[in-house]
């Protein structure tokens, strides 16, 4: 469960985020939408500690994001836009240092390990070093050591990103299936159909600030559209930065 | 705690893992010792050569001379007929320096004048420096020799024209003006400390960010300062290694070569030495790590950090060059400032002069007091969110 209420973030002059405001649900994947630049991955930041809003406040599970940091970093599992992993390590080591550092250890963590490696298909990597990797198998390490501590709250930057065809309708599965075992999903996308076809509530952000925000039907019905997209362009009041 | 632990363990395994980076590390950690000996045995043996080998000296028209001729041969000269044209010949360094005995030296030396001999030299030549300063005393030393015997001849003390008599009384020690050209060797062990560091820090810091992990570990429920300490210990081994490394470099050489034969002193470097310069480096592991860990955290890249902390290896490997040259006394003050102390003090271990534990006490807590300080600084530049906004 994720509250945010009043969020604000400036960097010198530019006004990134302007009183933000949304809740994401359990069991729920929400997704936030807009141009690129609009403020998804500033307001996303926040929520997972590594920026300070300005004011604003935000709860996961109930903690705020700046009282207590530690508690919300061991409720959520990120995978941000920076995906680095350790090229002298192999797959393995990369997720068991980030289990380790989520106090998990033993037998604990190497069952959750193989049940993430089953579950993303990488058996045949898992004990390469991940030096000379693809797009798609860093971001499957990726995801598989966010997920390592399996987190109540998933956060996703452009979770497609990159991806090929194949990949991409593999990715949309997989968060699917994260949403079914009760995880409360937020994801940012400047993808109109990905959102469409992903989502269970949508946050529209551009220059900031929150534009519009609900269901798909609630979209629909507020902007007296008859598709998605229309509604979102509408809502948005420009095509600029989408896909 | 345990945080700081498996930071430290991640780090140490990866670092190894990237073998190439400290193999080099380790080649930097000789390169000291090899050096300082490839100059020893160079000194040692030009040293030997020329004092020991008979002076061969061109001499034209020597039967004009023959009591000077006998006074050179007596004192290990072998004299040698001269080319045709002496200035020539020296001018082209086909020799060092000829005795040329004009004709009319026969006569001034009979009738009591003043005889005049030439000796044609190339003064800018170093190297027939030793020749030439070689035959000069020893005319100066025939010259001095004949006045005193006309003076005593003619029932003059000699003293009379000793005006003033200089007594040079030389303090330096055989072994302390040997450590005139082993004073290079803090230089070189304070530079092995920061250099064994350099990679690792590097890599664990700047490398990081270059390979964008750090945002993702940093989003882990683990205190900024518990990533600062284990990425700060982790550089710790590799240090100590190369101070190791370095200092067990030095102690092969110096008790290898043959020091007391080439210079003529025993050099003081034995198992107890190194250990002791070991012991008083340590914080300066310390200090090392955490100046190139601050340091680097502000590059962008490794390339960038790269160009950065060799700079900082040089700045406190200063005060040792110049040691080499400005002998300074272990006063206080010297002792408050970090590498600076602990070089005067490889010094006199290196003299064998007495040490004050007093001394070495200031020195390590000062170092280790401003090493934390570095440190808190790194932790609050790490609890910035500019650390990961910075762009890549």
């Known amino acids: 469960m994720i509250e945010v209420q009043g969020l604000t973030k400036s960097f010198g002059k530019v006004k990134a985020v302007q009183n933000v405001s949304f809740s994401a649900f359990d069991g729920q994947i929400t997704g936030l939408l807009g141009p690129n630049g609009a403020g ?34 061991s409720r959520i599992g990120v995978l941000s836009d920076a995906q680095g992993l350790y090229p002298r390590l192999t797959v393995r080591e990369n997720i068991r ?70 990949s ?51 979209l629909l019905q507020r902007t007296g559209k008859n598709n998605l997209e229309d509604a979102f362009i509408e809502a948005i009041g420009s095509e600029e930065g989408l896909a | 705690m345990n945080k700081i632990r498996i930071i430290f363990e991640k780090e140490v395994v990866d670092s190894l893992r990237d073998y190439r980076s400290w193999v080099t590390g380790l080649f930097w950690a000789l390169f000291g010792p090899l050096m300082m000996g490839g100059i020893l045995i160079m000194i040692g043996s030009s040293i030997r050569e020329d004092i020991e080998k008979p002076l061969n000296l061109p001499v034209q028209n020597p039967e004009n001379a023959p009591s000077l001729i006998q006074f050179l041969e007596q004192h290990d000269v072998i004299v040698e007929p001269a080319p045709a044209d002496p200035e020539g010949a020296v001018k082209t360094g086909d020799l060092n320096v000829i005795l040329v005995i004009p004709e009319g030296y026969g006569d001034d030396f009979s009738s009591g004048k003043s005889a005049t001999v030439q000796l044609v030299l190339d003064s800018s030549r170093q190297s027939a420096s030793t020749d030439r300063t070689r035959i000069q005393s020893l005319l100066e030393g025939y010259s001095t020799y004949l006045g005193t015997l006309r003076l005593v001849v003619r029932g003059v003390s000699p003293e009379v024209i000793h005006v003033v008599t200089v007594e040079e009384v030389d303090v330096a020690t055989p072994q302390s003006r040997a450590t005139a050209l082993i004073s290079f060797l803090p230089y070189f062990i304070i530079f092995a400390i920061f250099n064994g560091a350099a990679p690792i820090i590097t890599d664990t810091t700047a490398g990081e960010r ?74 300066v592991v310390f200090l090392a790590s955490a100046i190139q860990m601050l340091v680097a955290s502000f590059a962008r890249s490794t390339k960038e950090a790269g160009t950065y902390l060799p700079f900082i290896a040089l700045i406190p490997s200063l005060p040792g060059l110049a040691l080499a040259f400005f002998p300074v006394k272990p006063e206080l003050w ?52 500019q650390i990961v906004i910075r762009k890549r």
């Open chain 1, 40 to 73: 998804k991955s500033t307001t996303l930041r926040m929520l997972y500690t590594l920026l300070e809003p300005d004011s604003g406040f935000a709860r996961i599970d109930g903690f705020d994001i700046r009282e207590s940091p530690i508690e919300v970093q």
């Open chain 1, 97 to 166: 240092y980030f289990g380790r550092l989520h106090d998990l250890n033993g037998g604990q963590l190497e069952k959750q390990m193989d049940k993430l490696i089953v579950l993303l298909d990488m058996e045949a990597i898992a004990d390469r070093k991940t030096e000379g990797f693809s797009t798609g198998e860093r971001l499957k390490v990726a995801i598989a050591r966010a997920l390592i501590h399996d987190p109540r709250n998933v956060l996703l930057d452009e979770p497609t990103n990159g991806l090929d065809v194949k």
């Open chain 1, 168 to 218: 991409t309708r593999a990715m949309r599965q997989f968060i699917r299936q994260l949403r079914d075992t009760g995880k409360c999903i937020l994801l940012t996308s400047h993808i109109m159909q990905e959102v469409a076809a992903l989502c269970d509530q949508i946050v529209i952000i551009s220059n900031g600030v929150v534009s519009a925000q609900g269901s798909p039907a609630e």
């Open chain 2, 210 to 283: 270059e390979r964008q992990s750090l945002e993702p570990l940093l989003i882990n429920p683990v205190p900024r300062r518990s990533f600062v300490l284990g990425k700060l210990m982790a550089a710790f081994p590799f240090s100590l290694a190369s101070l190791a490394i370095t200092l067990i470099g030095f102690g092969i050489v110096f008790n290898i070569l043959p020091v007391e034969e080439y210079l003529g002193v025993r050099i003081n470097l034995t198992v107890t030495t190194l250990l002791s310069i070991f012991l008083i480096c340590l914080p």
């Open chain 2, 334 to 385: 010297t002792m408050l400032i970090p590498t600076f102390g602990q070089q005067i003090m490889i010094n006199q271990f290196m003299r064998a002069e007495p040490f004050s534990v007093s001394n070495a006490l200031i020195s390590i807590i000062t170092t280790i007091i401003i090493s934390a300080g570095i440190t808190l600084v790194a932790i609050r530049l790490y609890s910035r969110e």
